[in-house]
């Protein structure tokens, strides 16, 4: 049986390939990464505009969440504590969801802001084999379903401003006493995170974990080629997370500052 995620790339590839060359992707990859990544306190809400970069950011950095997410899971969680539904908040192309749904199943609800990359999304779901849709909404309106449930926010809270940020953590809250999971990435630079120690020591109190991760796993070829066109390091895998889950009776703290 061939893997989803190896027909889900060439499909991906063979799609915006259709529309732009290697070097046209890796360029809008290089500006992107510099603006996007580097700058992006200044550019916050523009930095996908444009088809070159939302190509780059669905060739390159899609695939790199996905995988990311994918092994933090592995690391995390058993793939038998499968969630119904799994919300993922501002999905992008819907990677982080569907990591999860394909880890240990359930159907995705993804929350994003922009039309654009929900239609991404919507390929991500068809070609991984994953039941999922979208919802075009700001998270801080997201009508929230009865716990329990998954909740994923990958890089994205960070997008998040102080209020709304706030807002979704009252809400991450409630919704793990009620008994679902939450996980949460950022990158492990803490830069564009100046609220991270607050939230691990948040999610610490609450019996979950805050975890800074290295993995070491390969990208596809074909994005691992992109990356280097556009002279980024994909070989540089990994990620902060915070894990929330339902507490049993009984069990103490799991918290510290885990290296993979
Ligand atoms: C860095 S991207 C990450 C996308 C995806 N989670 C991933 O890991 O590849 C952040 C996404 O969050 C979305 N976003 C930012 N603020 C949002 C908000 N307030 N409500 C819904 N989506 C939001 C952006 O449009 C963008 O697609």
Not at 56 to 76: D, N, Q, T
Not at 133 to 158: E, L
Not at 180 to 186: C, F, K
Request: charged fraction near 25%.
């Amino acid at each position: 049986m061939p893997d989803p995620f190896d027909i889900w790339i060439a499909k991906l590839f063979d799609r915006w390939l259709s529309e732009l060359t290697h070097q046209e992707v890796a360029r809008a990859l290089k500006v992107l990464s510099r603006d996007y990544v580097q700058r992006r306190t200044r550019l916050r809400g523009k930095a996908l505009e444009g088809r070159g970069k939302q190509a780059a950011f669905a060739m390159y950095y899609a695939p790199r969440h996905f995988v990311i997410v994918r092994e933090a899971l592995k690391a995390l969680t058993a793939p038998t504590d499968s969630p119904s539904e799994i919300i993922d908040l501002g999905c992008g192309s819907g990677v982080a969801g569907a990591a999860w749904a394909l880890h240990c199943g359930g159907n995705v609800v993804g929350v994003e802001l922009e039309p654009d990359v929900l239609r991404e999304a919507a390929f991500t779901f068809k070609d991984l084999g994953v039941r999922g849709g979208g919802v075009r909404c700001h998270i801080a309106k997201y009508r929230w379903a009865k716990p329990p449930v998954g909740i994923v926010a990958a890089f994205t809270v960070n997008e998040l401003d102080e209020n709304n940020r706030e807002r979704l953590w009252r809400e991450l809250e409630k919704q793990t006493k009620g008994g679902s999971n939450v996980l949460i990435l950022e990158p492990l630079s803490t830069r564009i995170t100046p609220w991270w120690q607050d939230w691990s020591e948040r999610v610490v109190a609450l019996g979950g974990r805050a975890n800074e991760w290295h993995f070491d796993v390969k990208l596809p070829e074909r994005v691992h080629l992109l990356g280097k066109s556009a002279g980024l390091k994909p070989d540089k895998l990994g990620a902060r997370t915070l894990w929330l889950e339902p507490r049993p009776k009984g069990r103490g703290v799991v918290a510290g500052n885990n290296q993979d």
